[in-house]
C-alpha cells in the first residue's frame, strides 16, 4: 500500500473561554472550584446567598420571565428545561401559561427561593451545553457583574492548521494520531473541517489554512493536560496492493 502522511502541530485545550455572569443586583457570596463541571439546573455560583442557575439552549436569557409576558422562543426553551428537571409535565410551547408559572414556583421550591412563579432576569444563565469552570473573575465580595467567571467547553479539542491542497488528509470522521507531551500516542477523531482562513505565513506574509478540529476517542489520556502542544499525523492511502 502507498499512503502518504503529514504531522502537524496543533493546541489541546478545553477552548476559548467566555464570561459567564449576571445582571442581579447584590454581592457575590460563593463561586465554584475551577474545573468544576455544570450541568443542567446546577447552581454556577450564588449573589446574595441566592442561586444563579445553568439551564441549556441556544438562545440566551434577554428578559424576565413573568405573567403577562408575550410569547417566544425562549419561553419554550425554559419549558423544555422545567420538563429536562421533572417540573413540567406538559409539550413546552412558545406561552407563558399557568402551567408554566406552577412549574417555575416547583423549581424555585427545590432551589429555596421564595415561590413567585416568576424569574427575574439574572437569575438563571442559558448556554448551549454543560460548561467547564476555567477561571473565576470576580472574588467573593465583589459585587455581581456580567462577568464573574470564564466558561468552556467540557470536552478538549485539538485544532490544527492544514494546507487547503491536503484537504483529502482530513475527512470528517477520520482517525488521526495524537502525540501528547508525555510521548503517549493516542487516537483522534477528526469532528470538522472550517473554510479556508488566512494565517501568518513564515515569510512574513498571509497563506490560506483549513482549520481542522479533532477530539480523542479517550479524553482519559490527556486528563493531566489542560492547554498544551501536540503533534497530529494525518494519513491517507494513495494505492493498494500496487505490487
Known amino acids: 500500500d502507498l499512503s502518504e502522511q503529514v504531522k502537524l502541530s496543533g493546541k489541546l485545550s478545553f477552548g476559548d473561554a467566555w464570561d459567564l455572569g449576571t445582571t442581579l443586583p ?6 465554584p472550584p475551577v474545573g468544576s463541571i455544570i450541568g443542567r439546573g446546577e447552581q454556577l455560583f450564588r449573589v446574595d446567598n441566592s442561586p444563579v442557575v445553568l439551564m441549556l439552549g441556544a438562545i440566551p436569557a434577554w428578559r424576565e420571565f413573568v405573567e403577562g409576558m408575550t410569547e417566544g422562543p425562549d419561553v419554550r426553551q425554559l419549558e423544555e428545561n422545567l420538563v429536562a428537571q421533572g417540573f413540567f409535565d406538559r409539550t413546552p410551547d412558545e406561552e407563558f401559561t399557568w402551567s408554566t408559572i406552577v412549574a417555575i414556583k416547583k423549581w424555585q421550591k427545590a432551589l429555596g427561593l421564595e415561590q413567585t412563579g416568576g424569574i427575574e432576569l439574572g437569575r438563571i444563565v442559558f448556554a448551549p451545553a454543560a460548561v467547564r469552570i476555567q477561571e473565576i473573575v470576580t ?24 494546507k487547503p491542497n491536503l484537504a483529502a488528509l482530513a475527512p470528517v470522521g477520520s482517525s488521526v494520531e495524537v502525540q501528547l507531551p ?19 505565513s513564515d515569510n512574513g506574509g498571509k497563506t490560506l489554512k483549513l482549520p481542522v478540529t479533532l477530539v480523542l476517542d479517550d479524553p482519559a489520556v490527556a486528563a493531566a493536560f489542560d492547554t498544551v502542544t501536540v503533534s497530529v499525523t494525518l494519513r491517507n492511502v494513495i494505492a493498494e496492493d500496487v505490487l
Open 26 to 31: 447584590g454581592t457575590l457570596t460563593e463561586v
Open 182 to 200: 508525555n510521548g503517549t500516542v493516542a487516537v483522534g477523531t477528526i469532528t470538522s473541517v472550517g473554510a479556508p482562513v488566512e494565517r501568518d
Open 139 to 162: 472574588v467573593v465580595g465583589s459585587p455581581a457583574s456580567g462577568a464573574v467567571l470564564k466558561a468552556s467547553r467540557t470536552t478538549k479539542e485539538a485544532i490544527i492548521d492544514l
